[in-house]
T-cell receptor, first 116, second 113 residues
Framework: KQEVTQIPAALSVPEGENLVLNCSFT??????LQWFRQDPGKGLTSLLL?????REQTSGRLNASLDKSSGRSTLYIAASQPGDSATYLC???????????????FGGGTRVLVKP | EAQVTQNPRYLITVTGKKLTVTCSQN?????MSWYRQDPGLGLRQIYY???????DKGDVPEGYKVSRKEKRNFPLILESPSPNQTSLYFC????????????FGPGTRLTVL
């Protein structure tokens, strides 16, 4: 059974500092890994999706890496801003043979606060 | 605008009173799923559907039912709600069997008294 872990659960940094968010997963047979942002009381917004064949994806100040062999993904946010304050979640998509379907397993999230 | 909609957004009900939370997407996605989010437990998948008439259990299906009669709709049914089903519920959709970007609805906050 896939398990996804995000450490730390919370992180506070001064504005301008680079953010490094970690995600680990136990089953390396994943289709992809996706990073989401969630603002308080709101839904999830997809930030980046890395296919299992890729090593990294970039979008603006965001860069996500994937190392399947070690079961790890890292989200980097450069030059953090107060508007980056949110909870960041990672999720791994795994194929379930018994069900012939795909299952998405989420980590617990890292709550980020960027102080002005 | 491409979106996933959920109704209602907020609901307070009593134990045992059947309810349905609707989910609809306008992106012609095959894959749809339901999650619940609880403090300290994160997001957990309840049910998912690979396509019309194809549904399967996620991690926490007990007490829930779903149906997928049309591609765009994926309602979540609570036949006899209990207080432990008080939670924030999210519907999501994707294409390619869920292998591409997941689009989430705004959430439904359910309280069962």
């Amino acid at each position: 059974k896939q398990e996804v872990t995000q450490i730390p659960a919370a992180l506070s940094v001064p504005e301008g500092e680079n953010l490094v968010l970690n995600c680990s997963f136990t089953d390396s047979a994943i289709y992809n890994l996706q990073w989401f942002r969630q603002d308080p009381g709101k839904g999830l917004t997809s930030l980046l999706l890395i296919q299992s064949s890729q090593r990294e994806q970039t979008s603006g100040r965001l860069n996500a890496s994937l190392d399947k062999s070690s079961g790890r993904s890292t989200l980097y946010i450069a030059a953090s801003q107060p508007g980056d304050s949110a909870t960041y979640l990672c999720a791994a998509l795994t194929y379930v043979i018994k069900a012939a379907g795909n299952k998405l397993t989420f980590g617990g999230g890292t709550r980020v606060l960027v102080k002005p | 605008e491409a979106q996933v909609t959920q109704n209602p957004r907020y609901l307070i009900t009593v134990t045992g009173k059947k309810l349905t939370v609707t989910c609809s997407q306008n992106m012609n996605h095959e894959y749809m799923s339901w999650y619940r989010q609880d403090p300290g437990l994160g997001l957990r998948q309840i049910y998912y559907s690979m396509n019309v008439e194809v549904t399967d259990k996620g991690d926490v299906p007990e007490g829930y039912k779903v149906s997928r009669k049309e591609k765009r709709n994926f309602p979540l049914i609570l036949e006899s709600p209990s207080p432990n089903q008080t939670s924030l519920y999210f519907c999501a959709s994707s294409t390619s069997g869920g292998a591409l970007t997941q689009y989430f609805g705004p959430g439904t906050r359910l309280t069962v008294l």
